[in-house]
DNA sequence: CCACACTGTAACCGCTTTGTCACCGGCGGA
DNA sequence: TCCGCCGGTGACAAAGCGGTTACAGTGTGG
């Protein structure tokens, strides 16, 4: 599930990020409005989080412009008391508004809560190189190959390594990202989980050449 | 369109009457959480404005057993500050939270795209494939077999399912959509649920063709 | 009052998923 | 060399989940 977060504060854009990531969604970052745009077309998000002042184009134009091409959930936030804003916003066909400061809670709780009402447990599947992976179904495909189906850690696994694919992911953040928390010394976990998805996707189990051993952690290659 | 507005404070709810009314809606007034829900039921309202705070019968509650019955959209208000509150209404299926104080343009706009998102649903499909489902008169026909007739919960989720067919819905989605409340916990139901279907849609309850177990949840499959 | 339909609850079975343990082999440092 | 660490592997037990049967409570209509 893709999360476009369009904020020219970087701190709060990262917060963001982080927080969605936690709770298992895709992050994609924008920092303008030009961007957001661009970034909306190329991802196609199935979810849009918009402040409303940034450079470029406001929050409202990027709503504008992602509304006469989409129905796509968007959530616009502003800061505080400027009413104004509100109406214009929903207006737009904005579909929820959050003045700052919030809470991260409460922004997961209204994004979980669009997401429900947009009825998008499924959608679009995920891919890099020749991994996509199709997170309402629970199952990958790798290449031509047939779907094979996962298991909900095996899919989180997956879906973490494949958001950061060709780059290492450390055993503690795996373990933070699919368990919630763990104490790291629990890598047998990490271990036996990466062990069954390596028989599910690998062609040679013994000689991993998609999800390799990296430096403290593990990599998904894509060529 | 008739709005139901439910708060014990009795010049916040002429406010948010006078204003809606202006507006051109129907406004109808309770105090209290008992004659809220009483009155829903006797007026069929479409939008509901709940206040969290009221005597007998709390806005969490009166929620609860609206959602119990139908879908109609529901906003909750609360006083400033209480995350907590956010985070159960909108866990509850409330659609839409505004927190105290609020201005009453604020208010309009919010119900206004309430209104606008719930009639774009309204406008779903009853029927997929070879399955038709007639709300009116309680009955599914699959194909040109006869109409079967269905019980107020498996009307409900059969139409959850139909909203979504082809696509996988989660059993979370569907505990609150068909029962309104619930924890996700209460798996049980929903499985006797599912298995009563069956038995009256599926030629080979043993061997589901229509309603399949899915990722997480069930699906409808429409060839 | 009884019969019936509807809903909720409990118990059981079989399969899958997940957590845990034991062991192996390579590698680097004492 | 010996030892400990680490990742990989196989085996097993515990927990979870879906399907099913059975039964109890409730409300309705005859």
Redesign the interface.
């Known amino acids: 599930m893709k999360v476009l977060i369009a904020d020219d504060d970087a701190d709060l854009r990262e917060l963001i990020a982080f927080t969605l990531a936690q709770a298992g969604y895709l992050a994609i970052k924008a920092a303008d409005g030009p961007s957001a745009v661009r970034r909306f077309a190329e991802e196609s998000a199935d979810l849009v989080v918009l402040d409303v002042n940034m450079p470029g184009l406001s929050g409202f134009q990027v709503c504008e412009a992602i509304r006469a091409r989409s129905r796509v959930p968007v959530m616009m936030l502003t800061v505080r008391g400027e009413?104004e804003d509100?109406?214009r916003a929903?207006?737009l066909g904005?579909?929820?508004?959050l003045t700052k400061p919030f809470?991260p809670?409460?922004l997961l709780?209204?994004i979980?809560?669009l997401m429900?009402?947009a009825?998008m447990?499924?959608s679009a599947p995920l891919a890099a190189g020749r991994v996509s992976l199709d997170l309402?179904?629970?199952?990958v495909r790798i290449g031509s190959a047939e779907p094979v189906?996962l298991t909900?850690l095996e899919l989180r696994l997956l879906q973490m390594l494949l958001a950061h694919a060709g780059r290492a992911v450390s055993s503690d953040r795996l373990l933070v990202q699919v368990w919630g928390h763990r104490s790291s010394g629990d890598r047998q976990l990490l271990k036996q989980l990466v062990h069954r998805l390596r028989q599910k996707i690998e062609p040679d189990p013994a000689a991993p050449a998609l999800l390799r051993t990296a430096a403290a952690g593990y990599k998904l290659v894509v060529e």
Chains 1, 2 share one sequence.
Not at 136 to 139: A, L, Q
């Open positions: 009413e509100l109406v929903l207006g904005a579909d929820d508004y809470s809670r409460t709780a209204r979980q809560a429900r009402r009825g447990e499924s309402g179904e629970h199952t189906r909900k």
